[in-house]
């Protein structure tokens, strides 16, 4: 079995698995939501930029702990048995691609939540949608694999944000560029940059994930 | 004595240069003045730190590959004298910076950077002790240390050049070599560097070695 089909069938596995119990998915989106609603009954009105920057931040809580629980919730037998059908890059390349789904998801009904209940003009919003998806991306990718780390400490929630927080924020401050460049309607070309960087990084990020998990896994 | 020769250099270096920092002619530039000399003392700390960071990291990929127990050490313990390195090119930042930029915290991307840097050091610090069986805590965390040294490439490196940035190199700004590190500076400079990295690595061996006392104290007493 190659590993393209092993991935597919464990990113399908991961999604029959939520699909069944829908647990961590609705918990998470009324996490957003009521976080969403507390800014809005705190604010009322806020300046343009701090509505970008108040979105993104709403966003890296809720993926936080949207993605802590995907190596958390298995059980070591379950683990095992994966480790015996399927290759270990199989296996972070599949969390990663399901994770970037379940945040693109998300990401997507937060901004309609966000959009709907603070009403804030978007200058270019296919850009913005961009933007979201590469956050949506960047997310996943990071956390996934220190969630990874963190399920082998003790207490791995707290952990994982003392260990995520300084690798995402890099990424986080070229989001909050990129997205603010799309609210004002910049021209795209001055987003260029920020968009190859978040690629590459994200490139990065991924390879090495790939290159690491197998050292991880083994217990 | 033929083994140590580069510990008598290295102090060799460093005390020429703080006699030369702080005695030779320097350039007379608006706003720096004589604070220029600080380049002598502050840049080395920068350029120490991330040299034991990578020194770091290539031990942690060895670890990774062999599972040999000193090299961990070495990479942990590169990471804790860097992180002191780290410490010292802050402080002296700050000092600096309150004299010629009139704040010893300006909201700069490179201090931002080197903040954020240390905070993902000192969570690798963190991550060893929330381990407690030996293996499983070098391993896991020589796999933090590979993932987190890429961002903080980034972050140090390309982040800064993107924006605005009082520093020199960055935000179009022209590098230190090129207008005002005159050939005057560079006598002291590139020994200073050369001395502090060399300081760096001695420190670190001596606190290896400390570390591998302790270990096979810890294992002698176990086994008795």
């Given at each position: ?13 991961e ?23 507390v ?22 809580f809720?993926?936080?702990n ?28 599949s969390?990663?691609?399901y ?11 937060a ?12 200058g ?11 956050g ?11 969630s990874g780390?963190a ?35 910049l021209d ?32 | ?7 008598l ?6 005390i020429?240069?703080?006699?030369g920092?702080l ?15 600080n ?29 040999n ?10 990471i ?16 600096w910076?309150n ?23 000192l969570?690798y ?8 069986e ?8 020589a ?9 903080m ?11 605005d ?7 179009g700004n ?10 005057h500076?560079?006598v ?24 591998l006392?302790e270990?096979n ?8």
């Open positions: 079995m190659n590993i393209l089909k092993q991935v597919k069938i464990l990113i399908q596995k999604i029959i698995l939520e699909w069944r119990s829908k647990y961590a998915f609705n918990s998470i989106l009324l996490y957003v939501v009521s976080t969403i609603f800014c809005y009954l705190a604010f009322k009105q806020i300046s343009p930029i701090t509505w970008n920057t108040l979105f993104w931040i709403i966003m890296l809720a993926s936080i949207a993605i802590v629980k995907s190596f958390v919730q298995e059980s070591r037998g379950r683990q095992l048995y994966y480790y015996v059908i399927a290759t270990p890059e199989a296996v972070i390349l969390k990663i691609i994770n970037i789904l379940l945040l693109l998801v998300l990401t997507v009904l901004l309609v939540f966000y959009v709907l209940v603070f009403k804030n003009p978007l270019d919003p296919l850009l913005y949608f961009v933007s979201v998806f590469l949506s991306l960047s997310f996943a990718s990071v956390f996934t694999m220190i780390i399920s082998k400490a003790n207490n791995s929630g707290a952990l994982m944000s003392i260990l995520s927080f300084p690798v995402i924020i890099p990424l986080l401050m070229v989001l909050i560029k990129l997205s603010k460049n799309a609210m004002d309607g795209r070309s001055v987003s260029y940059n920020e968009i190859g960087i978040l690629i590459a990084i994200n490139v990065v990020v991924i390879t090495i994930s790939i290159l690491l998990f197998p050292y991880l896994w083994r217990d | 004595m033929t083994k140590n020769w580069w510990k250099l290295a102090s060799g270096l460093v020429y240069s703080i006699i920092g005695l030779f002619e320097v350039p007379h530039l608006p706003i720096l003045h004589e604070s220029i000399r380049v002598y003392f502050h840049v080395p700390m920068w350029f120490t730190m991330i040299f034991l960071y990578l020194i770091s990291v290539i031990y942690s990929i060895k670890y990774l590959r062999s599972g127990e000193s090299y961990d050490f070495w990479a942990v313990e590169a804790n004298t860097g992180i002191v390195f780290g410490f010292l090119g802050v402080l002296t930042g700050m000092i910076a004299f010629t930029w009139g704040d010893p915290w300006p909201n700069d991307p490179k201090l931002n950077g080197a903040a954020i840097s240390t905070l993902m050091y969570a610090g963190v991550l060893r002790n929330s381990l407690d030996d293996q499983k805590r070098a391993r896991i965390s796999i933090y240390n590979v993932f987190a040294f890429p961002v490439i980034v972050l140090l490196f390309i982040l800064p050049r993107l924006t940035s009082l520093h020199p190199g960055n935000g022209p590098g230190f070599g090129g207008y005002d590190l005159d050939s500076m560079r002291v400079f590139y020994p200073a560097c050369i001395g502090w990295i060399l300081i760096g690595i001695w420190i670190t061996t001596l606190r290896y070695r400390i570390r006392i270990n104290k810890l294992h002698t007493l176990t086994r008795n």
